[in-house]
């Protein structure tokens, strides 16, 4: 499935193209790239996802399991919620995700970025990270901020992304 | 004025005496403490305050003027919006603010932490990022975390907040 890299190295996945999945689809689509089996890939602003899909997707690369009732409040209360979705014919699969917290005016906080391990190292991640910063930037936010775990520096690190600029330092309360 | 000091060291800053200033009086005070000269340092949880008096405290600091239609924007969709107040009398002066955007759920991101310059060094910081930091915690955020300037590491770091703790990294998106 490598052919996915070269379609995503473009900006063509950050495209706006509308449309509706299925009549009656929470999706809302705006950005759909074709690949050459007839499958597409496309992202998602909806807040409307089966969590217990999103948990299965977060089990696939190993993350701690969360109260769902919390997880739904996360969603609710964040400023940006992307998802990426495999779909041939009838069928859809949710295969990444990302959020933001932000204050809508200067700032905001990327969390939660997966993709599924079956669709990895294909770009993928690439791309909905650059879709993910797209929507922040034109949404007018200037300060676009993560905390990245040591090995996927490197990865946040070839989107534009730099540790510690200015000698700027992210810090974690830790109670006592 | 190093009286605050000793007075600000204990949790009696966080505790909850809610009471209303003046009547008609937006700020409702969550946190006080009363000094020898019979002046006193309130907290607010208001998002009522006057943006040029914000404005005033942070350039006091040298901070980069920013436009009020935004500053009021992100303070309305800040989670918590934290302003400290020195009050003598019938006068009330803004000293300090904080505030913290969050997914209402796991994360916090404090931003814009400042206390005036005359009322620096006297444990007035640490007494507004302790109740901010209660505040999150009231409200069951596990995770609370920041982006420091170099110079004030060891103010946050005093409070128990580490530098990239796991090796977790905070980065900033620069645009080519
Ligand atoms: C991190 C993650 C989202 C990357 O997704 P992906 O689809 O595999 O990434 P891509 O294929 O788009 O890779 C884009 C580029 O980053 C590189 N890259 C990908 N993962 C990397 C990593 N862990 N370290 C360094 N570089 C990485 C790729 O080689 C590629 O480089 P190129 O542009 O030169 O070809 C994915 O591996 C994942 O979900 N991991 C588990 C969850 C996780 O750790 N999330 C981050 C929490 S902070
Ligand atoms: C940073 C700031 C909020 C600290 O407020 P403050 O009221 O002066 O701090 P406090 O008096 O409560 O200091 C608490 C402790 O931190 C220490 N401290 C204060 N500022 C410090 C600094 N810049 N570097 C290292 N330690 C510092 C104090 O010595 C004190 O230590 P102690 O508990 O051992 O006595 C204030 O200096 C300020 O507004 N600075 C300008 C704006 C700014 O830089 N904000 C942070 C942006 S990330």
Chains 1, 2 share one sequence.
Not at 50 to 55: A, K, P, R, S, T
Not at 58 to 87: N, Q, T
Request: glycine share 6%; charged share 25%; hydrophobic share 40%.
């Amino acid at each position: 499935m490598v052919f996915w890299k070269s379609l995503f190295n473009g900006s063509e996945s950050t495209s706006a193209s509308k449309e509706t999945l299925f009549s009656g689809d929470p999706l809302e689509v705006t950005g759909t790239t074709y690949a050459e089996n007839g499958a597409r890939i496309c992202f998602s602003l909806t807040r409307e996802l089966d969590l217990y899909e999103l948990e299965e997707l977060c089990d696939a690369v190993g993350w701690s399991r969360r109260p769902l009732r919390k997880v739904r409040k996360a969603m609710e209360h964040s400023f940006l919620v992307v998802s990426m979705w495999y779909i041939k014919g009838a069928k859809r699969r949710l295969i990444g995700f990302a959020r933001a917290t932000s204050d809508h005016a200067f700032n905001a906080t990327i969390w939660d970025v997966v993709v599924h391990p079956d669709f990895q190292s294909q770009g993928l991640g690439k791309s909905l990270m650059k879709y993910t910063i797209d929507k922040l930037r034109s949404a007018d936010i200037s300060n676009i901020t993560l905390f990245a775990d040591p090995q996927v520096v490197d990865f946040y690190n070839r989107l534009g992304f730099l540790v510690d600029p200015e000698g700027i330092k992210g810090m974690f309360w830790y109670p006592d």
